[in-house]
């Protein structure tokens, strides 16, 4: 099985920088996604990493370390809007043929003025 | 494209009685999974199916719970007879091979409260 560790909750300032950070154990590791989640909605796709590295994507990136088992996401110039849920995801092998995507419990951001 | 939809969006009955939720994937899509989200277990797989034919079904909790996909464009997860710990927001979500990335795509999700 996966586990995988997030904070519960942040707190950042708009305009500001923040890092949320992901630690996760697993065996058939097959990359790992960033979802967003705003209350009461469905989790929208925000970024995937199968390689080490950064992944950057506007005002978000996405940071791997396989041998570390280590993500992070970070978001720059903070909105009002960023403020939300961001569940980390392993995609893994599970057996018999199957990959599944685990999630993490999930860090909820609060943006504040 | 209307994206992956999903009925009823609110669900509540009584404990015993059967629940039928309702998904239709993103057309083109052979990849379809549903999911429970509940605030102390956060987001779990139930089961998935691919080109129709379930695959992994070992989140389902017991047997009181069921899905089926008879065709490409339409799926349901039944929970008969339901109970209180039933109780959560249940979302389907889609996604399509590729040669990299596999995002999926969720519903708007099913909210169910079994009193």
């Known amino acids: 099985g996966q586990n995988i560790d997030q904070p519960t909750e942040m707190t950042a300032t708009e305009g500001a920088i923040v890092q949320i950070n992901c630690t996760y154990q697993?065996?058939?590791?097959?990359?790992l996604f960033w979802y967003q989640q705003h209350a009461g909605e469905a989790p929208t796709f925000l970024s995937y990493?199968?390689?080490?590295g950064l992944e950057e994507k506007g005002r978000f990136s996405s940071f791997l370390s396989r041998s570390k088992g280590y993500s992070y996401l970070l978001l720059k110039e903070l909105q009002m809007k960023d403020s939300a849920s961001y569940l980390c995801?392993?995609?893994?092998?599970?057996?018999?043929?199957?990959?599944?995507?685990?999630f993490g419990k999930g860090t909820k951001l609060s943006v504040i003025p | 494209d209307a994206g992956v939809i999903q009925s009823p969006r609110h669900e509540v009955t009584e404990m015993g009685q059967e629940v039928t939720l309702r998904c239709k994937p993103i057309?083109?899509?052979?990849?379809l999974f549903w999911y429970r989200q509940t605030m102390m277990r956060g987001l779990e797989l139930l089961i998935y199916?691919?080109?129709?034919?379930?695959?992994?079904d070992s989140g389902m909790p017991e047997d009181r719970f069921s899905a089926k996909m008879p065709n490409a464009s339409f799926s349901t997860l039944k929970i008969q007879p339901s109970e209180p710990r039933d109780s959560a927001v249940y979302f389907c979500?889609?996604?399509?091979?590729?040669?990299?990335?596999?995002?999926?795509?969720f519903g708007p999700g099913t909210r169910l409260t079994v009193t």
């Open positions: 990493n199968v390689l080490d």
């Open positions: 199916f691919n080109n129709n034919v379930p695959i992994d």
């Open positions: 979500a889609s996604s399509r091979t590729s040669g990299s990335v596999n995002e999926q795509y």
């Open positions: 697993t065996s058939g590791f097959n990359g």
């Open positions: 995801a392993v995609h893994a092998y599970s057996g018999a043929g199957s990959y599944q995507l685990t």
């Open positions: 057309s083109g899509h052979d990849y």
